[in-house]
């Protein structure tokens, strides 16, 4: 390792971690100069805490989080400049409320179930006198929280007042559903499978039911990263590029998932993780490593619509903090022909629609009255 740059950087147990395990296992980290650790943290708090203090120079991160660090003015400056993936989160509940629902269809093509049958359960619930439902998300600022909560609202639940809904860390969702402690949960893979797999529970709607090809993780790095060891960043970035790429070739699954199954790493059954990579997970091809504005508003009107922001904050300003898209692609075109095929991504600059699946069209310029346009809403003022 004498003369490689030394960088941390953190990551959660979750399979769209596999561009930052693939650089490492691939030696991508290496052949640009550095020297990566990689630590697996408990939670996304932890993340957040260690990134913001210096702990970490960087760590795979929930998109929205990034941004909230951006809104709430902590002085924490973290810079989002590659996304990690499209895809891959799903929307789970227990073998018993299945049950109780009707066994509603669960098919992971076509349109996601609505809520609708969710929500006449809860009525009767209430009438009997039981207790609100309790569903899980994994951080408040986070695309599970949103997508949930965009779900239950869709079919005329309040998250805020008909069901509960807590925060448990990735690896913990499924002991907590086994234990009878939540009913459902939104959380990335593969822990949707392994619920699945043990029996547990069923995969009512995937991410790419509610939002085709949506965005989820970033990597998160200190802004001082950044501004102190600009070479470095423009290496990390060209390796993770990389992984990206090659998480992606179908002809790398068997050994990207022995990879992540290992005991340091997610800690998941190798049948867990195949699942898990079917269902649509997206690392690199058709510009998925490129952090979009568009996502970044998207989540900011969510933040909005949920009382989590000031409505009357400059959205544009904390997305251009954050967002750095322009550190992507200096990094990635100058990859060349080392990356093949070849960076088709160069011209796919235009706008990407987000449209989730109610049809409800989003611009981006005009987050703010986005957020507000929704019957079920928390907007402050």
């Known amino acids: 390792m004498s003369g490689l740059s030394e960088l941390r950087l953190g990551f959660i147990p979750l399979t769209d971690c596999a561009p930052l395990i693939a650089a490492q296992a691939q030696g991508f980290f290496e052949d640009e100069g550095l020297a990566?650790?990689?630590?697996?943290?408990?939670?996304?708090?932890?993340?957040?805490?260690?990134?913001?203090?210096?702990?970490?120079?960087?760590?795979?991160?929930?998109?929205?989080?990034?941004?909230?660090?951006?809104?709430?003015?902590?002085?924490?400056?973290?810079?989002?400049?590659?996304?990690?993936?499209?895809?891959?989160?799903?929307?789970?509940?227990?073998?018993?409320?299945?049950?109780a629902l009707g066994g509603v269809s669960t098919g992971l093509a076509g349109p996601p179930p609505s809520a609708a049958c969710l929500q006449a359960l809860i009525a009767e619930?209430?009438?009997?006198?039981?207790?609100?439902?309790?569903?899980a998300v994994v951080f408040p600022?986070?695309?599970?929280?949103?997508?949930?909560?965009?779900?239950l609202a869709q079919g005329g639940i309040d998250p805020d007042r008909d069901v509960r809904l807590v925060v448990i860390p990735p690896p913990r969702m499924v002991?907590?559903?086994?234990?009878?402690?939540?009913?459902?949960?939104?959380?990335?893979?593969p822990w949707n499978a392994v619920a699945e797999l043990e029996g547990i529970g069923r995969i009512l709607a995937?991410?790419?039911?509610?939002?085709?090809?949506?965005?989820?993780?970033?990597?998160?790095?200190?802004?001082?990263?950044a501004v102190r060891k600009p070479d470095e960043l423009r290496a990390l970035l060209r390796a993770i590029i990389r992984g990206a790429a090659w998480a992606d070739a179908p002809e790398n699954r068997d050994a990207l998932i022995a990879h992540l199954a290992g005991p340091d790493r997610i800690e998941a059954?190798?049948?867990?993780?195949?699942?898990?990579?079917?269902?649509?997970?997206?690392?690199?091809?058709?510009?998925?490593g490129l952090p979009r504005r568009e996502h970044g508003l998207w989540f900011l009107s969510q933040m909005i619509r949920w009382g989590q922001i000031d409505p009357s904050r400059d959205l544009n300003a904390i997305v251009d903090q954050?967002?750095?898209?322009?550190?992507?692609?200096?990094?990635?075109?100058?990859?060349?022909?080392?990356?093949?095929?070849a960076l088709v991504f160069a011209d796919a600059v235009a706008p990407v629609e987000a449209r989730l699946f109610d049809g409800r069209p989003f611009d981006p310029n005009a987050a703010r009255a986005y957020a507000e346009s929704f019957d079920i809403a928390r907007v402050q003022g």
């Not at 209430?126 to 439902?133: A, E, I, N, Q, V």
């Not at 995937?206 to 790095?221: C, E, H, I, N, R």
């Open 36 to 99: 990566v650790e990689l630590v697996r943290e408990a939670s996304w708090a932890t993340v957040r805490d260690k990134v913001a203090v210096g702990a970490l120079d960087g760590s795979h991160m929930l998109a929205p989080m990034a941004l909230a660090m951006a809104a709430e003015d902590s002085g924490s400056v973290v810079l989002a400049p590659l996304a990690l993936n499209r895809n891959g989160s799903a929307i789970t509940v227990s073998m018993a409320l299945f049950e």
């Open 125 to 135: 619930r209430r009438t009997r006198g039981d207790g609100p439902l309790t569903f």
């Open 141 to 151: 600022y986070s695309m599970h929280n949103y997508l949930l909560r965009y779900w």
């Open 175 to 189: 002991e907590r559903m086994r234990a009878g402690e939540i009913d459902g949960f939104c959380v990335g893979a």
């Open 206 to 225: 995937a991410s790419s039911q509610l939002w085709p090809d949506g965005p989820d993780k970033v990597l998160g790095v200190s802004g001082a990263l």
């Open 269 to 288: 059954t190798p049948t867990a993780i195949a699942r898990a990579l079917e269902h649509e997970l997206i690392f690199h091809r058709d510009a998925a």
């Open 322 to 341: 954050v967002y750095r898209p322009d550190l992507y692609r200096e990094a990635a075109l100058s990859l060349g022909p080392v990356l093949e095929p």
